[in-house]
């Protein structure tokens, strides 16, 4: 069964920095892999999805990796704005099976 | 166009009462999930439907769950005599059919349903 883990759990960072967030998978047989953005008491944003068969997906100012055989993923943010401050969840979808969510890691952007 | 939509967006109801909650997905989109997240915690999956196909009910947590949808259209999601564990947002998605291109996932609001 897919497990899937985020790590760090919570992240604060100046204005203006790149940063990284990780996802790590168990099962390597996935579908695709999907990130998100949740703000508090909304639901989630898409961000990025990652088919199997890709290695990095890019949009503005976001890029996500990855590394199947190591079981990874990783979200690297650029030039970090206040208004990126959110809880960003992965998501694994594995043949056969549903969407596995991580457990998100808390982005606060400090001005 | 409008995005997943769900109601109520709160709910606020007593132990042992009936409750449903109503998911209008993305027209056109052929799959539809149903997620329960816990304050604090991550997703928990609890039912997807496909198109006409027998939904994945794997996730329920109990036979007090249970889940309906029409073809392509409207789902809800029923508690039955809700208990305090019952508390939680619950999410609904949609997405065009998940074996095409790699579809992703729209996610409405959420229902925020709390037991007293």
């Known amino acids: 069964k897919q497990e899937v883990t985020q790590i760090p759990a919570a992240l604060s960072v100046p204005e203006g920095e790149n940063l990284v967030l990780n996802c790590s998978f168990t099962?390597?047989?996935?579908?695709?892999l999907q990130w998100f953005r949740q703000d508090p008491g909304k639901g989630l944003t898409s961000l990025l999805l990652?088919?199997?068969?890709?290695r990095e997906q890019t949009s503005g100012r976001l890029n996500a990796s990855l590394d199947k055989s190591s079981g990874r993923s990783t979200l690297y943010i650029a030039a970090s704005q206040p208004g990126d401050s959110a809880t960003y969840l992965c998501?694994?979808?594995?043949?056969?099976?549903?969407?596995?969510f991580g457990p998100g890691t808390r982005l606060s952007v400090l001005p | 166009g409008a995005g997943v939509s769900q109601s109520p967006s709160n709910k606020v109801t007593e132990k042992g009462k009936d409750v449903e909650l109503r998911c209008d997905p993305i027209?056109?989109?052929?799959?539809l999930y149903w997620y329960r997240q816990r304050l604090g915690q991550g997703l928990e999956f609890l039912i997807y439907?496909?198109?006409?196909?027998?939904?994945?009910k794997s996730g329920l947590p109990s036979d007090r769950f249970s889940a309906e949808r029409t073809g392509e259209s409207v789902s809800t999601l029923t508690i039955q005599r809700t208990q305090q564990e019952d508390s939680a947002v619950y999410l609904c998605?949609?997405?065009?059919?998940?074996?095409?291109?790699?579809?992703?996932?729209?996610f409405g609001d959420g229902t925020r349903l709390s037991i007293l």
């Open positions: 998605a949609s997405s065009l059919r998940w074996d095409s291109g790699n579809q992703p996932q729209h």
């Open positions: 099962d390597s047989a996935i579908y695709n």
């Open positions: 990652i088919q199997s068969s890709q």
């Open positions: 998501a694994s979808n594995n043949y056969g099976q549903n969407f596995v």
């Open positions: 027209s056109g989109h052929t799959a």
């Open positions: 439907f496909q198109g006409n196909s027998a939904p994945d």
